[in-house]
């Protein structure tokens, strides 16, 4: 199982990005899926996830300003960030999670600049 994660980039605040994250080597049949950034000197942290049946998770820090979204005929989770804030600043992995098996890609860096 693969999961490639394209999207980030550099953009000043307040501006929108929208990430990807592609599942090759595998049916869609994930349970769950996330999206996790890690800023430089800080844990990972939970962003978003999806479940299966469409059910969003959201941390508090995001509420309102990010959103994600499946599309299992193409095999890919979107994570939609609008009004960007330096804070969000970070390397963005996403995560899929079937059964007791968990999977993960490569990051995705986003730096907003203020």
């Known amino acids: 199982v693969q999961l490639q994660a394209s999207g980030g980039g550099l953009v000043q605040a307040g501006g929108s990005l929208r990430l990807s994250c592609v599942v090759s080597?595998?049916?869609?049949?994930?349970?769950?899926m996330g999206w996790y950034r890690q800023a430089p000197g800080k844990q990972r942290e939970l962003v978003a996830r999806?479940?299966?049946?469409?059910?969003?998770y959201y941390a508090d820090s995001v509420k309102g300003r990010f959103t994600v979204s499946r599309n299992n005929a193409k095999k890919t989770v979107y994570l939609r960030m609008n009004s960007l804030k330096p804070e969000d600043t970070a390397v963005y992995f996403c995560?899929?999670?079937?059964?007791?098996?968990?999977?993960w890609g490569q990051g995705t860096l986003v730096t907003v600049s203020s």
């Open positions: 080597g595998s049916t869609f049949n994930f349970n769950v």
């Open positions: 995560s899929a999670y079937r059964g007791m098996a968990e999977y």
């Open positions: 999806i479940t299966s049946g469409g059910s969003t």
